[in-house]
Each structure stands twice: as C-alpha cells, then as structure tokens.
Nanobody
Framework: QVQLVESGGGLVQAGGSLRLSCAASGRTFSSPVMGWFRQAPGKEREFVAA????????YYADSVKGRFTVSRDRAKNTVYLQMNSLKPEDTAVYYCAAGLVIGTRHEDFGSWGQGTQVTVSS
C-alpha cells in the first residue's frame, strides 16, 4: 500500500498560480504511475494529469493542457502539479493517486490522498 499526502492548495485569483505537492511513502515501487484528479461540488471526480516514476512520461486532460505541468522528484518521492493561468472552473478538491498503469479513470488508481482544496476566485 502507498500512503499519499497532498499539500499546497489554497485560494487564488483567476490568472494566478499554485503548486500542489504529493508526498508518497510505503510501497511506492509497487505503483509506477502517479495521477492527479479533481472533484468539484456536485460533479464526478475527473482526471487531470499523470506521470510515470520511471521515464517521467506525462499525460494531461485537454482542459488543463498548456496550463498545468506535472513533475516528479524521485529522490523525495514527491509529485508536483504546477497550475498556471488558473480559472474559476478549476476550483475543486485535488487528489493525488497511485496506480499500476496509465489511466484516466479513478478505478485505475488504487491509493489516494486525502485531497487539498483549490479555490479560484473571479
């Protein structure tokens, strides 16, 4: 099992930036893929981005391409989500997740963090 702890959420104005962090511990070697998801009130959890620990391959939802960047620091077992040009519609609870394969469904990931709130004001 992998334990995940997110941090870095907060309140920001539209057009601003935030960087989320996800610290992983435990059996991290068993989960080669790390993902970010988000869930807004009344909406389903949706895929945001993913990265592989090994090759560093990255994948993004169309809604965040060009604005968000996912990266990882293997020495620190930490994954980051740099969010630029934030929009009010980016407001959501952001979750970090660990999985075996690249996927965009939350069922593709077996371990989840507790989430961190991101609020973008207009």
């Amino acid at each position: 099992q992998v334990q995940l702890v997110e941090s870095g959420g907060g309140l920001v104005q539209a057009g601003g930036s935030l960087r989320l962090s996800c610290a992983a511990s435990g059996r991290t070697f068993s989960s080669p893929v790390m993902g970010w998801f988000r869930q807004a009130p009344g909406k389903e959890r949706e895929f945001v981005a993913a990265i592989t620990w090994g090759g560093g391959g990255t994948y993004y939802a169309d809604s965040v391409k060009g604005r968000f960047t996912v990266s990882r620091d293997r020495a620190k077992n930490t994954v980051y989500l740099q969010m630029n040009s934030l929009k009010p519609e980016d407001t959501a609870v952001y979750y970090c997740a660990a999985g075996l394969v690249i996927g965009t469904r939350h069922e593709d990931f077996g371990s989840w963090g507790q989430g961190t709130q991101v609020t973008v004001s207009s």
